[in-house]
C-alpha cells in the first residue's frame, strides 16, 4: 500500500497542539466557520450547557468548537450554502443526542440540553476490544464514551489520538479535560471514513455513493445514515427506537435555527447496520 505524505504531514501540522500558535486569519482562506455560526446561534443552540445541572457545565465553549474546526477545514465548507449549514447542524445534533442532558418535559424542551455531559456515567465496561492488536488497549485505562461524540472503545481512541497528536491509548482521560481536543475528536470521527462505513462528512454533503450492499441494506443518503454511522447497530432497524428519535429532533430543531431544511431519510429504522 503506498500513500502519499502530504496529507498526514498536514494533518500532524493542522491538528497539533502547535495549531494555536497559528494566526487567527489562517481560517479565512477557506469559508470561515465563524461566518455560518456565530457564537450567539451557538449559545442559543446549546442553551444548558453551563447550567448548574450540567456535568459539563464550562468545558464546551463557542472558541474551543471553532478551533478545534480548524483542523478540519473541510467540515462546513463543501457545497452549497444550504449543504454547508446542514452538515454543521448534523454534526451538532448528533454530538447534541451524545451528550443530552433533556427529558420529555425539560426547560426549553428537551432537544435544548445538548453537550451537558463531557463523559460517560456508569459505563456498562472499559470498551476495550482485546481482539484488537493494533491497538492495544493499556492497563487500567477504560475508553468509555467521552467529549462531543463520546468516542469510545480502543480501536477509536487510538486512531484518533494518533491524527490528533495525543496518546489515545495512555490518556484517554485528556479527551474529557481538554475541550479543543475533544471537539477535535468529534470532527475526527465525523470526517474519517472507516470502512465498510463513508465518512458522516461524505453523507451530509452528498458525496457518497452507496455500494450494492448498501443499497441491499436501505443505507441511502440523509441524517439516518450518519446515525447508522454512529450505532447502528443498536439503534437501526428498529422502528420507532427513542435514541433514534432523539437524535432526529436535536437536528430538527437546528435545521429550523439555521433556517435550512433536514433532506431526506431522517432515520433508520429501515436500514440495516454495517
Ligand atoms: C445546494 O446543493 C444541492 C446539491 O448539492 C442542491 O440539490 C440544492 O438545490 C442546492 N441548493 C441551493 C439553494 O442552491
Ligand atoms: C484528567 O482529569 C482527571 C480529573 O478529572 C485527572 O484525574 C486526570 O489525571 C486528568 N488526566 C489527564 C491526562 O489530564
Ligand atoms: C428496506 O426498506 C423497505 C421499506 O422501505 C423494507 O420493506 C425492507 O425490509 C428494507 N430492507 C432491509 C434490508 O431492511
Redesign the pocket.
Known amino acids: 500500500m503506498t500513500s502519499s505524505p502530504l496529507p498526514f504531514l498536514s494533518i500532524i501540522l493542522l491538528c497539533s497542539a502547535l495549531i494555536s500558535f497559528l494566526p487567527k486569519g489562517i481560517e479565512a482562506r477557506g469559508f470561515p466557520i465563524s461566518s455560518l455560526i456565530s457564537e450567539k446561534l451557538y449559545n442559543q443552540i446549546f442553551l444548558h450547557k453551563d447550567d448548574n445541572a450540567c456535568p459539563a457545565k464550562g468545558f464546551y465553549p463557542y472558541e474551543s468548537f471553532i478551533q478545534a474546526t480548524r483542523c478540519f477545514p473541510r467540515f462546513g465548507s463543501t457545497g452549497n450554502l444550504t449543504t454547508r449549514k446542514r452538515e454543521i447542524a448534523a454534526f451538532l445534533g448528533q454530538i447534541s443526542h451524545e451528550t443530552t442532558g433533556g427529558w420529555a418535559t425539560a426547560p426549553d424542551g428537551p432537544y435544548a440540553w445538548g453537550l451537558c455531559f463531557k463523559e460517560e456515567v456508569s459505563p456498562q465496561s472499559d470498551y476495550c476490544d482485546p481482539q484488537n492488536k493494533e491497538w492495544p488497549c493499556y492497563p487500567g485505562k477504560s475508553y468509555k464514551g467521552r467529549g462531543p461524540i463520546q468516542l469510545s472503545w480502543n480501536y477509536n481512541y487510538g486512531p484518533a489520538g494518533k491524527a490528533l497528536g495525543f496518546d489515545g491509548l495512555r ?1 484517554p ?2 479527551v ?3 475541550s479543543v481536543i475533544a471537539f477535535k475528536t468529534a470532527l475526527w470521527f465525523w470526517m474519517t471514513e472507516q470502512k465498510p462505513k463513508p465518512s458522516c462528512h461524505d453523507v451530509m454533503i452528498g458525496r457518497y455513493v452507496p455500494t450494492k450492499a448498501d443499497l441491499a441494506a436501505n443505507r441511502t443518503a440523509g441524517y439516518g445514515l450518519v446515525t447508522n454511522i454512529i450505532n447502528g447497530g443498536l439503534e437501526c432497524g428498529r422502528p420507532g427506537d427513542n435514541r433514534v428519535s432523539d437524535r432526529v429532533g436535536y437536528f430538527q430543531r437546528y435545521a429550523a435555527l439555521f433556517n435550512v431544511d433536514t433532506g431526506p431519510n431522517l432515520d433508520c429504522a429501515n436500514q440495516k447496520s454495517f
Open positions: 490518556t482521560e485528556v474529557a479535560n481538554n
